[in-house]
């Protein structure tokens, strides 16, 4: 991706243009960018859960993004509250898949003692998870927390 500044703003291309009009006329075929005032559109690496880009800038060699914090309009527990939320979810739809040994033991069928000691495990996992959300301070801090895949 190239841009250029033209005209007060700044244009974007995939590549050069095969045809340029600026002040000095009509160019075709244009071979050297830099001499017409295209440069590199460089994308910075970010995190896009903390992050976003903000509009194109041009930094006198290369035109590029800056990089910006995100704001939330919820308070830190709230996001606590729902990242919390999503956690338990994931949990339990992993212990759902053997809760038919629990309801079958209910009927006198012994559940396996691997399957309750997995069991056991995973809701330790998640209190212990749930620990870590609750420890953290920041609103950036809860929002980049990565949930387990217990896939």
Known sequence: MIAIQHEGAIKKFTSLPKVWK???????????GQ???FYPVVTPSYDS???YLGDLEWDGSVFTYPVLDRTWSQTVAELKESKIANLKSL?????????WYIIRSQE????PQEVLDARE?????CATKEEE???????KAVVSYSL???D
């Open 22 to 32: 600026d002040e000095n006329g009509v160019h075709l075929n244009i071979t050297d």
């Open 35 to 37: 001499a017409f005032g």
């Open 49 to 51: 859960a903390t992050q």
């Open 91 to 99: 949990y339990n739809r992993k212990l759902a898949e053997t809760d």
């Open 108 to 111: 006198g069928t012994s559940a």
């Open 121 to 125: 495990a995973l809701r330790t996992d």
């Open 133 to 139: 959300i609750n420890a953290l301070t920041t609103k």
């Open 148 to 150: 387990p895949n217990l």
